[in-house]
């Protein structure tokens, strides 16, 4: 997928040094995330959606009236958070992210309806734990943390990324897909991407970037 990525980025600036039909902007919107866990047993962990935020550069080109491809970078906020009656536990990143995408574009009057799908790369930079417990509520009998899915979020102290049972990897790619409205300078986009990187150590567990993301996207140069 990482090489798949870097050639599909070569072939686009490739063609964008070439274009007339090259459109450049810039990128704002809000997240959706989560982080998909599996047990070697098939046993979910019963996680929830986080928000956040994007921002970045966006760049296209049109190879034909209805065929593009574009690209961006995007500083990007994800995570995931784990909720019950005695506590709520949070991971943060903060990420670097490249995706690469070919559209269709079906245009209806001033109007564009556009279908884009493609591999993305990602590269976190910061990450942070977050465990607060709810000292107001006193369970019932002895509770331990370290039974729960909390167990990975208890010690704030412990690096993010690195070799622990506990700890993330910096690196995933996956693939993203979605669907834009355009009107001349102005897009708004959503999409949803699903990483295929086995994002934590732990070997009894694979984890995986599940996210959803709303962007509004400016041209410059008009359409």
């Known amino acids: 997928m990482k090489r798949l990525s870097l050639l599909f980025c070569f072939v686009i600036c490739a063609l964008m040094l070439n ?27 019963p996680k929830s959606n986080k928000m956040g935020y994007q921002v970045g550069l966006a760049a296209e080109y049109e190879i034909l009236s209805f065929l593009y491809v574009g690209a961006s970078l995007n500083y990007i906020t994800k995570g995931d ?31 564009s309806i556009s279908a884009m799908v493609g591999p993305y790369t990602n590269v976190a930079i910061v990450g942070k734990r977050t465990f607060i417990p709810r000292e107001e509520i006193v369970p019932p009998f002895e509770w331990n943390f370290e039974d729960t899915p909390h167990a990975q979020y208890l010690d704030n102290e412990d690096d993010v990324f690195g070799e622990r049972w506990s700890s993330y ?46 962007s509004f996207i400016y041209y410059f140069n008009a359409f």
């Open 19 to 45: 274009a007339q039909g090259f459109h450049y902007g810039i990128t704002v919107g809000s997240t959706m995330s989560k982080i998909i866990e599996k047990t070697e047993i098939g046993l979910d962990y």
């Open 81 to 111: 958070k784990y909720k019950d009656n005695f506590a709520l536990s949070k991971i943060n990143f903060g990420s670097f992210e490249m995706p690469l995408q070919i559209g269709y574009k079906i245009p209806i009057g001033n109007v």
């Open 169 to 214: 990897k910096r690196f995933d790619s996956g693939i993203c897909a979605g669907l834009r409205v355009g009107f001349k300078n102005y897009n708004l986009s959503a999409n949803y991407s699903r990483g295929f990187v086995n994002i934590r150590h732990d070997e009894t567990i694979t984890a995986n970037h599940s996210v959803f993301n709303l």
